[in-house]
């Protein structure tokens, strides 16, 4: 009996070296006064990364945070060298946002054998093989799928025509974001038989890329009368080009979006949009609440959720003034 523990503890030694994890525990956090804190930011390419980042700038005043922010400007692999560099600076902890779910694995199990706890915010990895509690400690975060469901909620709730022809404008290919409010939207809005999706690509999360995308399903679906957009840039560029061609959100045609940016908020204002689900980019002060909880060794619950509200023409002016 003795002989099989010991042989199968060696086993399990082996397997967790040869993935280069040891254990099935996350690394500790020892508590100290300042820790040498990384935040490896995907990009800054629209007003929700800009107020992210801010946010842990912000936070690190107040969390006694050495803070080391990096910008991979849109690319999954800049992302994981940035993450590389800053294991070699030696830092305590880790903040990452993965940009896509896939190609940042390497960067989370890097940062395990590397003996340096993560936490994962605002979007997350293929979760077949990243664990929460196992190789990252937590996923700080919003519920993408019931965002996309609320959005198809008031969509079904709102929306008085026979037949609702939608264009879906999704976010970065590959991301949980898109994944998930592609998933929680398009299971929704099909319980309603007035709605059709007619087309549905990528705007990259991002404003120009959204309008120019609008332009051409505009092109090949002259009928759309629904926008559903995965968030409140693609949703403003999409306006802007429903207009070009002579359209008029908001009468003939229903936005639906995600995020609670002061644009979507000003546009929800002016009649042009619907709704837009709130998807919270202030991660830093629940970084700086979570991790101290890690160091002091309480329990922390793999998926940390933020709560959304919903803007509506009922509260947007109530909010605008907080939005970034
Ligand atoms: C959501 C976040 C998304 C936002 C977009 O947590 O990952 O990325 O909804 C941003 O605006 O680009």
């Known amino acids: 009996m003795k002989r099989r523990i010991i042989l199968g503890t060696a086993l399990t030694g082996l397997m967790a070296l040869s993935t280069g994890i ?21 990009e800054s390419n629209n007003p929700w990364r800009i107020a992210e980042t801010k946010s842990f700038h912000d936070t690190a ?20 060298a940035d993450v590389d560099s800053m294991i070699a600076q030696g830092i305590d902890v ?49 519920d993408f799928i019931d965002q996309g469901e609320r959005a198809a909620d008031w969509l079904i709730a709102n929306f008085e025509g026979d037949k609702g022809v939608i264009v879906e404008l999704e976010g970065t290919t590959g991301s949980s974001p898109a994944n998930d409010r592609k998933k929680g939207f398009d299971d929704q809005i099909a319980t309603d038989d007035r709605f059709e ?3 549905s690509q990528t705007g990259d999360f991002a404003r120009d890329m959204g309008r120019q995308v609008m332009e051409t399903l505009l092109q090949a679906h002259p009928e759309v009368n629904v926008v559903y957009a995965h968030n409140d840039e693609m949703a403003i560029g999409a306006i802007q080009a429903l207009e070009l061609a002579g359209r008029k959100p908001g009468e003939d045609v229903t936005i639906v979006s995600i995020d609670g940016t002061r644009d979507a908020l000003q546009a929800i204002i002016d009649g ?6 709130e998807s919270s980019p202030f991660f830093g002060p629940l970084a700086c609440e979570v ?3 890690y160091a002091a060794g309480e329990e922390i619950p793999g998926w940390v959720q933020v709560k959304d509200r919903v ?4 509260n947007a002016a109530d909010h605008i003034d907080e939005a970034y």
């Not at 042009?272 to 689900?277: I, Q, R």
């Open 61 to 80: 005043k107040t969390c006694n945070w050495d803070l080391i922010a990096t910008d991979a400007a849109g690319s999954a692999a800049k992302q994981v």
């Open 291 to 293: 991790m101290q909880k």
């Open 197 to 199: 999706i007619v087309a």
């Open 94 to 142: 880790l903040f990452l946002p993965p940009r896509e779910e896939k190609p940042l694995i390497p960067a989370v199990m890097k940062a395990k054998a590397a003996g340096i706890p993560t936490f994962l915010v605002d979007r997350s990895v293929d979760p077949n093989v990243a664990k929460p509690g196992e190789h990252f400690v937590a996923f700080l975060g919003s």
């Open 311 to 314: 803007f509506t023409v009922d």
């Open 272 to 277: 042009k949009m619907g709704v837009t689900v």
């Open 22 to 42: 040891a254990g099935a525990e996350t690394p500790p956090l020892e508590q100290k006064d300042r820790y040498k804190v990384g935040f490896a930011q995907m």
